[in-house]
Structure formats: C-alpha cells, structure tokens
C-alpha cells in the first residue's frame, strides 16, 4: 500500500476533508487535519489490517479530531457558507441557490446535536459508511452506534416538524 499512498490521497482527500470540515468548520483547520490525517496513516501503515481503506482512513481523521479538539479545547464558529467551496463543477446560479439551501438547512439541523449524534449521522447518512465502518470510525460497538444513529435522526426529525 505505501507505493500507492498517492493514489489513496487522491482518491479520499476529498472525503475526508469534507468530514474533517463538518466536524472543525474551518477551512484552514481541516486543510491540516487531512495532512496530519495523512501523516499518520503513513507512519501507522504497518497497523492497516486489510480492512476497507476508506473506513481506516476515516478513523484516523477522527482520531486527529478528538486529538486537535482535546488539544485546542474550543469550538471554531463556523461561517454559514463554510460547505460552499465544496463544488468543483460549474453550475447555474439557480443550482447554486438551491444548493446553498440545502446546505444551510444540514448545517442548521447538525448545529445543536450532541458530538456523537452529530458524527453518527455525517458518517453514515452523509459519507455513506456502513452501520459497522461508522461504528469501527467512532471506536463504539455497532448496536450502539446505531442508537447514536437513531437518536441524531429523532433530533432532526424533532427540530424539522417543530419548524412546520
């Protein structure tokens, strides 16, 4: 795997710059957690197992979160356009409007969760990893994780009819 590793970077850092990003909500801050993201998964390659690289990649990330957070001890405010420069292509302005709504309305609904919830739902609703690769990311049992799932939906759901 380490003669591939730039053919990994390309492939994932995208992902996980917009993971890192929606956790940190720092443009800046995330731009380093994937480097150190990185970093790490070069100098821990002889811990990669052969499980699904995406899924190893993003515990890593996780990891060099909680390690930036514990380290920092504050939350970044983020600004309200922070998902915006995440579309490469072109796109009509009645696209962009549409897109930045929704965008406003997923920052809006992740913004209150409890950090667990919040990372249960980016990862698995939002990054598409499955109930155990979310699970493995986080360090929590699966049955768990699920519950975190479910409890982060509840919310969503709470707080989209209330709005109603």
Not at 85 to 110: A, N, P, W
Request: glycine content about 4%; hydrophobic content about 35%; some cysteine.
């Amino acid at each position: 795997m380490g003669n591939n590793l730039d053919g990994i970077y390309n492939m994932y850092f995208h992902d996980l710059y917009r993971f890192l990003l929606s956790l940190c909500h720092n443009h800046h801050t995330a731009e380093d957690l994937v480097q150190e993201t990185f970093f790490r998964a070069h100098l821990n390659i002889e811990n990669y197992e052969g499980e699904n690289i995406k899924t190893w990649l993003f515990t890593v990330a996780h990891n060099a979160f909680i390690d930036y957070y514990r380290k920092h001890k504050r939350t970044n405010v983020k600004e309200q356009n922070f998902f915006t420069s995440l579309f490469d292509r072109k796109r009509t302005t009645e696209e962009t409007v549409v897109i930045h709504d929704e965008i406003q309305e997923i920052i809006e609904m992740l913004k209150d969760l409890p950090e667990k919830h919040k990372y249960a739902v980016l990862l698995h609703d939002f990054h598409g990893l499955s109930y155990h690769e979310a699970a493995l990311v986080m360090n929590v049992r699966q049955p768990y994780f699920k519950v975190l799932l479910f409890r982060g939906r509840q919310a969503i759901r709470n707080r989209k009819a209330g709005e109603k």
